[in-house]
């Protein structure tokens, strides 16, 4: 089952504009992971922050990390069309060795 | 990095039948899953391929309907036995290598299954 809930599940921007992308999860984790998904195809990870820190960045992405409220958000700033594709917040729970658990997913279209 | 290869990447199958679909890799890694992932929907783990011993399946997967062999650090199979409907998805292989921060996987291209 599912360890988290994304939100929205659907988004559809300007090129240009940024995207903000939700996640919750259930329960204590070692760390919190974004994977980006294109056309139904393999995973790409994207960028890793662990339960320790609240805030990552890399290149165009932003992730924070609020384990009291267990949550996190991916921030993708200057959207461009090659970043429509489907993204995944993936966990490793604490106790879990190193299985992921995912949530449910957001689709970002970027329209030019 | 680590670069993963899966056979067939497509396969249309009647129900009743099976299929079995590789994942290759690069180079020796400990860890290696299965993950299927229904239509529209998100990942869920199947099983932990272990090498030199059974795999290890999460809740609601069985061995009889998906066997898995783990012959070596760079090669899995998964087989989706007596395939109906329902097991139309897509599955993914990933690995963990040694280097990876925990859980930190890469993932396969997928091998899209339809079972009319």
């Known amino acids: 089952s599912q360890q988290g809930e994304e939100d929205p599940q659907a988004l559809s921007i300007q090129e240009g504009e940024n995207a903000t992308m939700n996640c919750s999860y259930k329960t204590s984790i070692n760390n919190l992971q974004w994977y980006r998904q294109n056309s139904g195809r393999g995973l790409v990870h994207l960028i890793l922050?662990?339960?320790?820190?609240r805030e990552k960045h890399s290149g165009r992405l932003r992730v924070t990390l609020d384990t009291s409220k267990k949550s996190s958000s991916l921030l993708i700033t200057a959207s461009r069309a090659a970043d429509t594709a489907s993204y995944f917040c993936a966990t490793v729970i604490t106790g879990g060795g190193n299985k992921l658990t995912f949530g449910t997913g957001t689709q970002l279209k970027v329209e030019l | 990095s680590a670069v993963i290869s899966q056979k067939p990447s497509r396969d249309i199958c009647q129900r009743g039948t099976s299929l079995t679909i590789q994942c290759q890799v690069d180079s020796q890694v400990t860890m290696m899953f299965w993950y299927r992932q229904q239509p529209g929907q998100s990942l869920t783990l199947i099983a932990t391929?272990?090498?030199?011993?059974?795999?290890?399946?999460e809740s609601g997967f069985v061995i009889d309907k998906f066997p898995i062999s783990r012959p070596n650090l760079t090669f899995s199979t998964l087989t989706v036995s007596n395939m109906s409907p329902e097991d139309s998805s897509i599955y993914l292989c990933?690995?963990?290598?040694?280097?990876?921060?925990?859980?930190?996987?890469?993932f396969g291209p997928g091998t899209r299954l339809t079972v009319t």
């Open positions: 391929a272990n090498q030199g011993s059974e795999a290890t399946y």
């Open positions: 990933s690995v963990l290598p040694a280097w990876r921060e925990r859980g930190e996987q890469y």
């Open positions: 922050i662990r339960s320790n820190e």
